[in-house]
C-alpha cells in the first residue's frame, strides 16, 4: 500500500465519522457491543464448523472409504450453510457493509448444487427397440449389455435369442410419471448405510414404492404388442426379462449379479417382471455395492431387456482370456440346463481349458463328480472358443461371455462384457500348504488371491447378515450374490460350492477380498467364532493366526478410485477448498475477488476481527476501547473485552491492565509461554545476512515511511473467558492465534496462522520447516502452503490446550526475526532441537 | 428437576415420541406438537425455552412456523430440522432466526449438544438484558 493510499484511508475514515450521526449514549452503545460480540462469537461458532466439514470431504478423498453421495450432499449443506451465517453475522457486525459477499455466496451455491444434482439429461428416443435394431451406437438408449447383446448378433455367424429393449426413454418415463426419484431420495438420505438392518428396510421400502407403481398406459400397450409379435414366430413362447443398466461402464465396476433376471415369464406376468428387474435397482446388494464403488443411483439408469427363452441342454460361461490359467488359454466353464446355477455359484460346474489360437487345442478338463456323461463334448467347445475370439476380435478386448446351447445343438450367445480389469491380475504362483497340524481344510478352487484371517461367522440366510462382525470370515454354502453387502466388512471368503465364474468371485477380485471356493464341509468343519487364517493363494484354511501366510502382502485397491462419486467430490471441492485469499495485506484481499468458500470464510474472518477494533475505536466507548496490557517485553500488547475477560475488581476507567486482572484462560497460557523461558533478544546477524535483510525489507515496502513504525506495530488480543484472539505483527512477520477453550468438544480448538518475513525466499521457507517441525512434535496437525503454515489442535480436553497454547506462546516471541540466522544451512535443526527442549523444559517445571 | 423445556414440532409422530422419550432421560422437559398451528397455540400460551421445528409439515410449512414464533416469542432459540440436506431450508432458517439447524437422522448426542447450545445462548440474552436493566434502574436518580 502506498503512503497516498493510507492518507486516503485515513482521510475516508475521518469523513465517515465526521458525518455519521452524532455518538448514540453509553447505554445504546453498550447494547450495540454486545450485539456486535454475539454476532462475532456465532460467527466463529461457524467458521469452526465450516473448516471441520471441509476437512472430512477432503479425508473423505483421500481415504475413499467413507465416501457416499449422502455424505457429500449432508457435508456440502454444513458447508454451505455455515458459510452463510458467517456472511450473515459478518452483515450484522458491520451495519450490511459486506453485502457484496452475497453475491460471491450466491453463484458458488448455485454451482454446488448444480455438481450435486448431476446434470442428467432426460432421454429422448424410442420407448421400444427391436434388438435387430440395436448395436454399440446405442448404448445410451438400451444400457450396455443390450447394447453389446445386439451388436453381437450382428456379427457373421453369432446367433442371439430374439427378443427387445424397453429404452431408458421408457424406463425414465415410468419414474417420471411416478414422481419415484424426489421420493426415493427422501428415504435414501436418511438411511444409516453402517446398519444393515436400516438397509434392509429401506430397501424394502424403496422396491416396493417402484412395483406398486402403476405402469404409463402407452408403455404398457406397447410392451404387450412386441410381445405378440415374438410370439407369432415362437407360438407359446416363454422370456427372459433381463436387466440393462446404463453408466456401469464408468470406472471399474461390474456390477455382477447385482440386478434381478425373470425367467420363463409369459403375457400375464410381463408387466410385473418388469417393475420387478426396476426395482432391483435397489436391492441391499445393489444399493452398498454402489455405495462402496462411489456410483450414485440417479446415474445408473436401468433398461429392459426381453429375450426369448433359450431351452439349453447345457450352459455356461467363457472368459476369452483365463483368469486363473495361462495367459494364452481361455476358461469354459459349463453345467447342464441354464447358466444361473454357475454365475450363482450353487452349481456343481465342469472347467475346461483352450488354447486361444485355433484350432483351440484342449489343455485340461476338469468336470464335477457327477458327470456321467461329457456336459460339453470336444466340438462344441471348440465352436464356442471359436465364438469367444471371434467377440473378442469384434470389441477389441477379453469378454467375459455367457452362453447356452439349446436341444438342437444351437449355441446362443445371452450377454458379452468385457472382463473388468480386476479380473485379469497375474496369478501368485500357488506354494504347497505346510504340512503342519494347524491344517483344518485344503482344496477348492480360488476365487481371488491374498490371505486373511479373522473370527469364522457361518452366513445360512439374510438374517445371519445382520450380525456379522468387521473383519470376520465369510463362511457359506453358496457364493450367492446376496452376499455382496458383507464383503466390505469381511476378512475373507470360504463358500462349499461356487468357481471363479461366479458373480460373488468376480465381486470378491473387485473389492481384493481374499475368496476360496468349492471347499467341501467348509460350514461343517469350521464353527462361528473360531480363529482362522484363509489362505486363498494356496487353496488352505488353518486354526489360529498364520504369519508366513498373511504376511504376502495383498494390494487392496480404493474401491472409489475414478469412480464418478470421486469425480463430483472432486468437482465440488473445487468450488469449496482451495484458499487464494492467503494474505490479508495483498491488495487482492477483496470481497469481489473471493472464488471458493474457504476464501469467503477466510475473508469474513479477517474481516469481522478488524470490525471489533475498529467499533471501539470508531466510538471510542468505554468497555470497547482497548486497554495496554502492561509488559516486560518490549512489544505493545493490547486487549478488547468480548465479556468476560476481565477479572469483576478491574476499575473499567483505567487505560491500562496487568495480566493478573485478565480472566481470559487461553491468554492466561499465552503469556506463560511468552514469559516462560526469557528471550535473549534479536540473534546475532552475519553482515551479509543483515544486508539481505536490508535489500528485502526495502523490496517488499519501498520507502514507505509509514513502514517504519511497522516493527512497533500495535498487537491486539480480542478475548472472553474462554476466546482469545491474537493478531500480531512480530517483526516482519504476521502470526495469528486463535483458541476456544468451550464445554463442547466442537467449541475447543486452537488455530495458529504464520505468514511473511523479510528476507528471501529459501529463508522463509526454512523457517516455515523449523515452525512445522516444533509444531508437529507437541501435537499440532499442519498445513503449509509455501511459506505460509496453519497449525491445528481440536477436540483436545482444557488442559491439553493450555499446554498447547504455551507453546505458540513460546514460539511467537522466539521466533522473532530467526530469518537473520537461518540463512545458514542447518541452523534449524540445532534451533528445533533448542527450542523443543526448552518448551518441554517449560511444561515439565510446573 | 428439569433442566430446561424443549417443545418438538414434527409430523412424524415415531419420530416425535421417541425424541421426547430419549430427550426426558436427559432432565429436559418436553411437549410435543403435531403441526405448526398446534405448536404456536402452545407458544401463545406459554414459554419454552428451545424449539426443535420440523421444516417439512403439511399445513403451515417450518420457516412460516419459525417466522411466527420469532414475531411472538422472540426470545426462545429455534432449532430447524430437515429431512434431507437442503441448503434452502438452512439459509432461509437462518434468516429468519433460527438458532441452528440439523439433518435428520441425528444421533441423540449431537442433537443434546445443539440443544444445550441454544438454550445457553437464551439464558445468556436473558442475563444481559437483566443486568442492564438493573444498572439502567441504578444509574436513575431516586
Known amino acids: ?846 | 428437576m428439569s433442566l430446561y423445556s424443549v417443545l418438538i414440532v414434527d409430523d412424524e409422530e415415531e419420530f416425535r415420541d421417541m425424541t421426547a422419550k430419549r430427550l426426558s432421560k436427559r432432565d429436559l422437559q418436553c411437549e410435543c406438537a403435531p403441526d405448526g398451528d398446534t405448536a404456536l397455540g402452545m407458544i401463545a400460551e406459554k414459554s419454552y425455552d428451545v424449539v426443535l421445528l420440523d421444516v417439512k409439515m403439511p399445513g403451515r410449512d417450518g420457516i412460516e412456523t419459525l417466522r411466527e414464533i420469532k414475531r411472538i416469542a422472540p426470545m426462545t432459540e429455534v432449532v430447524m430440522l430437515t429431512g434431507h440436506a437442503s441448503v434452502e431450508s438452512g439459509i432461509n432458517g437462518i434468516r429468519y432466526g433460527a438458532f441452528d439447524y440439523l439433518m435428520k437422522p441425528m444421533e441423540l448426542d449431537p442433537l443434546f449438544e445443539k440443544l444445550n447450545a441454544a438454550y445457553e445462548r437464551k439464558r445468556t440474552q436473558q442475563e444481559k438484558i437483566k443486568m442492564a436493566q438493573i444498572k439502567k434502574n441504578m444509574a436513575r436518580p431516586s
Open chain 1, 1 to 846: 500500500m502506498t503512503l497516498l493510499d493510507r492518507l486516503l484511508t485515513l482521510l475516508r475514515r475521518l469523513r465517515r465519522s465526521a458525518t455519521a450521526p452524532p455518538s448514540p449514549g453509553p447505554e445504546e452503545l453498550h447494547r450495540q457491543f454486545i450485539a456486535r460480540s454475539r454476532s462475532f462469537r456465532d460467527l466463529l461458532t461457524a467458521n469452526a464448523n465450516t473448516l471441520a466439514a471441509m476437512a472430512e470431504l477432503e479425508t473423505a478423498l483421500r481415504d475413499g472409504r467413507t465416501l457416499s453421495m449422502t455424505f457429500i450432499r449432508a457435508r456440502c449443506t454444513l458447508v454451505t450453510v455455515n458459510v452463510f451465517k458467517i456472511i450473515h453475522h459478518l452483515n450484522r457486525m458491520a451495519d450490511g457493509r459486506y453485502s457484496e459477499l452475497e453475491r460471491a455466496f450466491s453463484r458458488l451455491h448455485r454451482q454446488i448444487e448444480t455438481i450435486l444434482d448431476g446434470r442428467r439429461k432426460p432421454a429422448t428416443g424410442a420407448l421400444i427397440l427391436d434388438l435387430r435394431q440395436v448395436g454399440r451406437a446405442q448404448a445410451d438408449l438400451t444400457g450396455e449389455k443390450m447394447a453389446n447383446l445386439g451388436e453381437a448378433g450382428s456379427i457373421e455367424g453369432i446367433r442371439v435369442p430374439p427378443g427387445f429393449v424397453l429404452t431408458t426413454a421408457a424406463t425414465g418415463l415410468f419414474f417420471q410419471r411416478n414422481q419415484l426419484y424426489p421420493r426415493i431420495n427422501h428415504i435414501i438420505q436418511q438411511m444409516d448405510i453402517a446398519d444393515l438392518e436400516d438397509l434392509h428396510g429401506k430397501s424394502g421400502a424403496i422396491q416396493e414404492l417402484i412395483r406398486a407403481a402403476p405402469m404409463p398406459p402407452e408403455l404398457e400397450t406397447l410392451l404387450l404388442d412386441h410381445f405378440d409379435r415374438l410370439a407369432e414366430a415362437r407360438p407359446g413362447c416363454r422370456v427372459a426379462v433381463r436387466s440393462s443398466a446404463l453408466g456401469e461402464d464408468l470406472g471399474q465396476a461390474s456390477f455382477a449379479g447385482l440386478y434381478h433376471t425373470e425367467l420363463d415369464v409369459g403375457r400375464d406376468t410381463l408387466l410385473d417382471a418388469c417393475k420387478a428387474v426396476l426395482a432391483s435397482k435397489y436391492t441391499p446388494r445393489a444399493i452398498s455395492y454402489r455405495l462402496a464403488k462411489g456410483f450414485r443411483h440417479e446415474e445408473i439408469e436401468m433398461c429392459i431387456g426381453v429375450l426369448t427363452m433359450v431351452e439349453a441342454t447345457v450352459s455356461g460361461i467363457c472368459y476369452t482370456r483365463s483368469i486363473g490359467g495361462r495367459n494364452d488359454t481361455l476358461d469354459l466353464f459349463c453345467a447342464p440346463g441354464t447358466a444361473k446355477g454357475i454365475v450363482d455359484g450353487t452349481r456343481a460346474t465342469g472347467h475346461l481349458l483352450l488354447e486361444r489360437a485355433p484350432p483351440h487345442r484342449i489343455v485340461r478338463r476338469l468336470e464335477a463328480e457327477e458327470a456321467i456323461a461329457p456336459w460339453l463334448i470336444d466340438a462344441e467347445a471348440t465352436t464356442l472358443a471359436e465364438t469367444g475370439m471371434r467377440l473378442e476380435h469384434h470389441f477389441g478386448a477379453p469378454q467375459d461371455i455367457e452362453w447356452s446351447i439349446d436341444r438342437d445343438g444351437r449355441l446362443y450367445v445371452l450377454q458379452s462384457r468385457p472382463i473388468t480389469a480386476a479380473a485379469l491380475h497375474a496369478p501368485v504362483a500357488a506354494h504347497p500348504p505346510p504340512a503342519d497340524d494347524r491344517l483344518v481344510l485344503h482344496g477348492g478352487v480360488t476365487g481371488c488371491g491374498g490371505a486373511g484371517c479373522g473370527a469364522v461367522c457361518v452366513v445360512h440366510g439374510p438374517e445371519d447378515m445382520l450380525r456379522f462382525p468387521r473383519r470376520a470370515v465369510l463362511v457359506v454354502r453358496h457364493p450367492l450374490p446376496e452376499w455382496a453387502p458383507l464383503l466390505k466388512r469381511a476378512a475373507a471368503l470360504v463358500a462349499e460350492t461356487g468357481s471363479e465364474a461366479g458373480h460373488l468371485a468376480t465381486l470378491s477380485r473387485e473389492f481384493g477380498l481374499p475368496a476360496l471356493l468349492a471347499l467341501d464341509r467348509a460350514t461343517e468343519l469350521l464353527a462361528d467364532g473360531d480363529m482362522v487364517t484363509v489362505d486363498a493363494t494356496n487353496r488352505a484354511v488353518y486354526r489360529g493366526r498364520v504369519e508366513e501366510a498373511l504376511r504376502r502382502p495383498v494390494e487392496r485397491t480404493n474401491p472409489m478410485d475414478g469412480s464418478p462419486l470421486q469425480r463430483t467430490l472432486i468437482e465440488v471441492l473445487q468450488l469449496i477448498s482451495p484458499l487464494n485469499l492467503t494474505d490479508p495485506a495483498s491488495p487482492d484481499f477483496q470481497a469481489g475477488r473471493c472464488r471458493t468458500l474457504h476464501d469467503i470464510t477466510r475473508f469474513c474472518h479477517e474481516k469481522s476481527v478488524i470490525e471489533m477494533f475498529e467499533f471501539g475505536r470508531r466510538f471510542r466507548f468505554a468497555k470497547g476501547t482497548a486497554k495496554r496490557l502492561r509488559d516486560t517485553l518490549p512489544i505493545e500488547w493490547w486487549v478488547v473485552d468480548l465479556g468476560g475477560a476481565f477479572v469483576p475488581h478491574y476499575d473499567l476507567s483505567r487505560t491500562d491492565i496487568d495480566i493478573a486482572d485478565i480472566a481470559c484462560r487461553p491468554l492466561q497460557a499465552i503469556w506463560a509461554g511468552m514469559h516462560g523461558v526469557p528471550w535473549e533478544g534479536p540473534p546475532v546477524a552475519g553482515l551479509r545476512t543483515m544486508v539481505a535483510f536490508l535489500f528485502h525489507s526495502a523490496l517488499r515496502d519501498g520507502l514507505d515511511p509509514a513502514r517504519t513504525s511497522a516493527l512497533r506495530e500495535k498487537n491486539y488480543f480480542l478475548l472472553s473467558q474462554k476466546y482469545c484472539n491474537l493478531s500480531a505483527r512480530l517483526g516482519y512477520h504476521y502470526a495469528m492465534i486463535e483458541a476456544m477453550l468451550g464445554d463442547r468438544p466442537g467449541d475447543r480448538y486452537i488455530t495458529f496462522r504464520f505468514k511473511g518475513g523479510a528476507a528471501g525466499e529459501s529463508q522463509r521457507v526454512r523457517r516455515i520447516e523449523l515452525l512445522a517441525a516444533v509444531l508437529d512434535h507437541f501435537g499440532y496437525r499442519i498445513d503449509r502452503l509455501g511459506d505460509a503454515l496453519t497449525a491445528r489442535v481440536e477436540r483436545e480436553s482444557e488442559q491439553v490446550l493450555l499446554d498447547r497454547l504455551k507453546v505458540l506462546g513460546y514460539l511467537v516471541i522466539h521466533t522473532r526475526q530467526l530469518d537473520l540466522v537461518m540463512a545458514e544451512a542447518g541452523a534449524e535443526r540445532s534451533y528445533r532441537d533448542t527450542f523443543i527442549q526448552e518448551i518441554e523444559d517449560m511444561l515439565n517445571h510446573e
